[in-house]
């Protein structure tokens, strides 16, 4: 019955994923090493992968498998391969969050043996999160996604900093008839709402999980900041349909000069420095707004790859990896498809600043940037945590209650975890 | 002899309907999720008392239900007019025919995130006729009142036409000399409508309210593209909240526990509604 069902679940698989090399393994000495990648990034390392195999004719042969746009979506097609039992990749490109969760189910590959500890020295302080668990490292960063706060050059000569300052710059400019809206952000019940709460909790000094797991979700400060959230939307500065954007929402908004200012990741600035963009050559990045007392804090998003266990070439894996992650590639993925690198150097590698000045504010970024929590049950606690953001959002219920109820269920799924 | 004859479809039968749900009983009884390294550990029912104390569960059962109740109504209701003008005689009948299918032979990701837009704030065409009109956003998928409607109303685009369909296969099995009789006796038509045709297609009714009822109660790709089960999980389905938990939160048990939980809750509707109507003696099919 097992058989049975490993065949007919292979067979679904093999008709939706499309891979864009079909390996022609004839060589018998040649190692074949699969990788699965959101579609984007597919995409967007193919121009390396191909490299790679031009060197390493006769020796590896890389085979990209690009899965889905959606990154919720990828985590089910790679979750779904990996409980098959018959493992049919080598290497997985992971988010930040799925990696305790990938780590403790088993699936992925120790890979401490097989990093030098002056490979991991090169890495900027922000790549360097978010790749161990338990203190075990599981993944090499290939991208270091930020949260960044854009705003509009030609409305303002400095961006705000705090808090307050973004709540009064946006009222005079949506008073002055200068934008329909404030500020946009991703407020729809999904992930990036969380990635968006996890800032706004910073700037006021609130915390989500500590570090020895007590939920502060109903600390004073949390509850500040979960009332300042409120107050964008009660007082019109973000639009009420901002409990359904998600990024590329935001994007459009900012883009046609809706809004004054817009929290998005760096992807977003290639995208505004088009010529179908509104608001062309009059952005500015900096870092997330803070509470003068508190330091501010942008949600880190990275993406990285991973050796599976169930791999029987590990070593070709890492040289593959190790390829991928290289300056040379980095600097390309930079270039061409504004992905934040990872090696310190780049950060003040001259050509590259000059093609990309928000490259400073990216490193900026990196500097403070935060990991969400690193739970294997991240994803229920995220879940819990959205469920009664949206409430707050949407129907005017009381805050005190929603964090209450928010953190009550969290400690409990975090309890369960504990005695299990 | 006649046990042999039936025995490839029984096999089929026991292999994908009764063996599934074996195995999601058997699984409702364990605690299988990355806390116990997903290997499966007897929990002796904690699965279903949580699943009894899960508000969300039943929050979710009752959103699937209205979103149940109200999408088949409608569909039954505009397919039954939609197959008696499919059934008449008239000028290009063929093409008409063939485009109201159309939106049911459209993927559902698709369409979905078509009406995803289409309910858009700002800029999808209905928020761009409330500003014509000089009238303030609706933000139909942002009020946790109305955004189910929005579900019901690309439900009920989709699959009318596969409903209207069974209907006009069962107007056509109704011959035309009981109408003509019928006037010949002096009945009018909206008499022939309430004497012949309703009663000939109600078992035609029945099988779409089943295969309807079924289908919309596991609704799943449609909630997923187009709000995700927000906001404020208004629009969240028992089966968008059973994926999360294998998918998402890794706990094959507890999700086993809802999927069956459902079933049977399922089964336990469609049993009480088919007495109930025989009761009411509005079903007179056997």
Known sequence: MRKLKQLFLTAILSAIIQPINVSSATTKNKVDIRILMPAPFADSTAKIIDRFNRHHKNQIEVTVTRGPLETESVSDLAISSLLLGDNPYDILLIDVTWLPKYAEAGWLFNMDKMIDNSEWELLIKGARLGNKYKGTLYRWPLVADIGLLYWRKDLMKIPPTTPNELFNISKRLQKENKVKYGYVWQGKQYEGLSCVFLEVLSAFGGEWITENGEVKLNSPNSLKATRWLQSLIKSGISPKAITSFAESEALQSFKAGQSAFMRNWP????????????????????????????????????????????????????????????????????????????????FSDPILLKQNPILTNLKKGLEITKPRPQIPLYAQVSDILQRELSTVLTQKHDIKDSMNRATYKTRRILNSYGID | MS???????????????????????????????????????PNFGANWSRLIEDQRFWQDLMQTTRFTAFSVTLEIILAIAIALLLDQRWNGRGIIRAITILPWALPTTIMALGWRWIFNTPYGPIEQLTQLFGIEYLNLLSIPKYTWITTVIADVWKTTPFVALIILAGLQSIPNDLYEAFRLEGGNSLQALKKITLPLIQPYILIALLFRVAQAFGVFDLIQVMTGGGPATSTESLALYSYLNAMRFLDFGYSATIMLASFLLLMIISITSYILLKRLRLLTVK
Do not use: C
Not at chain 1, 292 to 305: A, E, I, N, R, V
Not at chain 1, 326 to 339: A, I, M, T, V
Not at chain 2, 13 to 40: D, E, K, N, Q
């Open chain 1, 267 to 346: 992807y977003a600035w290639s995208e505004l420095q088009k010529d179908s963009s509104a608001v062309k050559g009059n952005v500015g990045v900096t870092v997330m707004v803070s509470d003068p007392k508190y330091s501010s804090t942008s949600t880190l998003g990275s993406w990285g790859f991973s050796i599976l266990n169930r791999s029987a070439n590990k070593n070709e894996s890492m040289q593959v990896i190790s390829y991928l992650t290289s300056e040379s590639s980095q600097k390309l993925l930079f270039k061409e498809f504004g992905y934040t690198p990872t090696r310190k150097k780049l």
């Open chain 2, 3 to 41: 046990l042999i004859l039936v025995l490839p479809a029984i096999i089929l039968v026991i292999l994908v309907f009764v063996f599934p749900l074996i195995r999601y009983a058997w699984l409702s009884f364990h605690a299988v999720s990355v806390s116990t390294g997903l290997v499966m550990v």
